[in-house]
């Protein structure tokens, strides 16, 4: 089975900090992606990457920034938390071809606060 | 954007009954898929259905399709209690998939 993890489960961070918010995948997927979640918006594409070094914004990439050097690895950096960045982060994988590539794994989320 | 929206916003149903989430959306699709998200954790898919489908079955989901009206259902049959969650639509392809706001299942033992 495809395993997505994320680095923290819940994370209280200030206003103005840098945040790092890591993804891991064990399954060789090409695709990863960041969403974050909010009451009554659902999931919104912040930012994904097809391919070791490629990002492509998503639908809200202000504010956000990412890193993929490994192919497994795809981190999230908030350069300067703000409040209104509190939200449930979900990172997901997925491959490029074929009917499995559209189904999206994901990891458990993390839910960030930010005071 | 939300590509899907998903109707009822919450549904509240007794073991044993049957439960039925809708999703429209506005563009032409290649396919559609169903999620599940128990709370506080992240998504798990349950079902694509491609565009040249009308129905699929998988344990005691059924899926249909009605690309005329733009629009899905997810029927679930016999509710459990561990079914309470709640359920996305999404649309898209590999790289860009847009999610339905979803909706909130609670089934009652």
């Known amino acids: 089975d495809v395993k997505v993890t994320q680095s923290s489960r819940y994370l209280v961070k200030r206003t103005g900090e840098k945040v790092f918010l890591e993804c891991v995948q064990d399954m060789d997927h090409e695709n990863m992606f960041w969403y974050r979640q909010d009451p009554g918006l659902g999931l919104r594409l912040i930012y994904f990457s097809y391919d070791v070094k490629m990002k492509e914004k998503g639908d809200i990439p202000e504010g956000y920034s990412v890193s993929r050097e490994k192919k497994e690895r795809f981190s999230l950096i908030l350069e300067s938390a703000s409040t209104n960045q509190t939200s449930m982060y979900l990172c997901?994988?997925?491959?490029?071809?074929?009917?499995?590539?559209?189904?999206?794994?994901f990891g458990p989320g993390t839910r960030l606060t930010v005071l | 954007s939300q590509q899907g929206e998903e109707d009822p916003q919450a549904l509240s149903i007794q073991e044993g009954e049957n439960a039925t989430m809708n999703c429209s959306y506005k563009t032409s699709i290649n396919n559609l898929q169903w999620y599940r998200q128990n709370s506080g954790r992240g998504l798990v898919h349950l079902i694509l259905?491609?565009?040249?489908?009308r129905e699929k079955h998988s344990g005691r989901l059924r899926v249909t399709l009605d690309t005329s009206k733009k629009s899905s259902s997810l029927l679930i049959t016999a509710s459990r209690a561990a079914d309470t969650a709640s359920y996305f639509c999404?649309?898209?392809?590999?790289?860009?998939?847009?999610f339905g706001i979803g909706t909130k299942l609670q089934v009652i033992p």
């Open positions: 259905i491609r565009s040249n489908e």
């Open positions: 997901a994988s997925s491959l490029n071809t074929g009917t499995s590539g559209l189904k999206q794994f």
């Open positions: 999404a649309t898209g392809g590999y790289q860009k998939v847009t």
